[in-house]
């Protein structure tokens, strides 16, 4: 995680160029995704007031929605721009709607619990001790296998092909497992021990045996709190993927992943003796030091008040009264909005495409985000 490294204000999300949609009238004839606003902050102010007026959420579930909102209608931008009003607006409505159907379905998966073993890969230098994962694991009734490289005994290169042989064996055993990596990353690999996305797809894919077996990566958790660990994961989905149709493989079903740090952002840690990264060091403080403990850690656990906590970082909040009304940006460097992922049924793919009126046969990715 390059935890000193800040990007410029203002870009607690990634500009888009081709993002959809406004509430402007633009007649069907006429209108492209270059005629909608650019960035986040366009489709804040131009698009969310309405999709918020029609969906029975609080501002607080609905900030939380916002973003995954935003990308999801960026990718089909040219797509919803054919739509006139009011039915581009029942669309973007409607893909609301879909999203909050998926974290509803998957609120109550486990991603800390009995008889759910965790394995921590940990960065080598100044990163978290393993007792930062065993301890959380003990709590719960499970287990913990931590790699994290000792330069007297082992290589980076030796502690990677370690971690990658236990990946590889949860699959292979179809253990329900959660994989946390802690430690520095970029869009193309976990840095600290030089994965690429590539290596760690095919690490997923081959544990599910020889082809033309389906790939089934349903019982995982994957937990990514390093620098741009939304694009990496994204990566990996595609990659893992697009493996499967090469090989002719089915793929049922991808992991759950949770990235710690938005597209385009770093993660941010507090820094002395050790790296303390904010994302796992909330997991820790919601999770382990409070009381009374949950008896497991859900993903909606994960997407709700985890998510809520790191809302913090980069914003104050605005009181009236004893009641949170609202936040106001402080610091955008500091914001990095984890992203939860989660994977699509055939039948979800078909709604999604019914939904944005594509053909039945076009690709659509796996896995959604879903705040």
Not at 222 to 233: K, N
């Amino acid at each position: 995680m390059r935890f000193q490294r800040t990007p410029p204000p203002g870009r607690c999300f990634r500009p888009l160029a081709w993002l959809c949609l406004a509430t402007t009238a633009i007649t069907a004839t006429t209108a492209t995704a270059a005629d909608f606003p650019s960035d986040f902050a366009g489709f804040q102010a131009g698009i969310s007031p309405a999709v918020a007026a029609r969906l029975a959420c609080t501002p607080k579930h609905y900030r939380q929605i916002e973003p995954s909102l935003y990308y999801l209608c960026a990718d089909h931008a040219d797509r919803l721009a054919t739509l006139p009003e009011p039915a581009r607006l029942d669309r973007i409505v409607a893909l609301a709607e879909f999203i909050d159907r998926k974290r509803a379905a998957t609120a109550n998966a486990v991603v800390i619990g009995a008889d759910r073993p965790l394995i921590g890969l940990l960065d080598p230098a100044r990163g978290l001790e393993p007792r930062e994962i065993t301890a959380i694991a003990a709590a719960y009734g499970t287990t913990a296998t931590i790699f994290k490289q000792d330069p007297a005994s082992a290589s980076i290169r030796q502690v990677a092909d370690r971690f990658l042989a236990a990946v590889r064996g949860a699959v292979t055993a179809a253990t329900p497992t959660t994989v946390v990596v802690l430690g520095h990353g970029s869009p193309e690999e976990i840095q600290s021990y030089s994965i690429p996305f590539g290596r760690l797809a095919d690490t997923l894919v081959e544990g599910a045996g020889p082809a033309p077996a389906p790939v089934d990566l349903g019982q995982l958790t994957l937990v990514c709190d390093d620098c741009y660990s939304a694009d990496f994961l994204i990566r990996l989905g595609g990659a893992i993927t697009a493996r499967c149709q090469g090989e002719g493989r089915p793929l049922r079903s991808l992991p759950v992943m949770i990235a710690g740090t938005n597209r385009d952002r770093v993660g941010h840690a507090d820094s002395g003796e050790k790296f303390v990264p904010h994302f796992w060091r909330d997991v820790i403080e919601l999770f382990y030091i409070r009381r009374p403990r949950p008896e497991a850690v859900t993903l909606g656990d994960f997407f709700d008040k985890v998510d809520n906590m790191m809302y913090g970082y980069g914003r104050a909040p605005v009181v009236e009264g004893t009641q949170v009304v609202g936040y106001r940006l402080v610091d955008p460097s500091l914001c990095q909005d984890p992203v939860f992922f989660v994977p699509l049924s055939a039948a979800d793919t078909d709604e999604l495409r019914t939904l944005l009126d594509l053909p039945a046969d076009a690709p659509l990715p796996a896995f959604l985000d879903i705040g």
